[in-house]
């Protein structure tokens, strides 16, 4: 995962570039008039849902990134085993508990208390 800053555009907060497929990049912007950051890309290279992050959740970025990172490759890796992908409702990555609900035609990804 390489997290790239991008200062062109303002409403991109980040660039999550896929560490085994360059070319598949995605970004996490700022839906200020909803209140959710957002990513950008899944759709188009997957026909997947996009991901809702909360504004609320914003000191979590940097570990939603990494979780989002973990679902862009998986997405990846089953595009090349031509494997259908689905979101899982509940899920955990480096031991912590996600989950990821339909939300008004997004996911909405949030971390699980303990």
Do not use: C, W
Request: glycine share 6%; charged share 25%.
């Amino acid at each position: 995962m390489e997290l790239i800053p991008d200062f062109q555009e303002s409403s991109v907060l980040l660039r999550i570039q896929n560490s085994s497929k360059p070319h598949q990049i995605i970004d996490l912007v700022a839906n200020t008039e909803e209140g959710y950051f957002e990513t950008r890309g899944l759709k188009e290279l997957f026909g997947s849902q996009e991901i809702r992050i909360l504004y609320q959740e914003f000191l979590l970025i940097p570990e939603y990134a990494r979780v989002i990172s973990f679902l862009l490759e998986t997405m990846s890796a089953a595009q090349d085993l031509n494997l259908p992908y689905s979101y899982q409702d509940l899920f955990e990555y480096e031991g912590e508990r996600y989950s990821i609900v339909e939300d008004g035609g997004y996911r909405l990804l949030k971390k699980l208390e303990e």
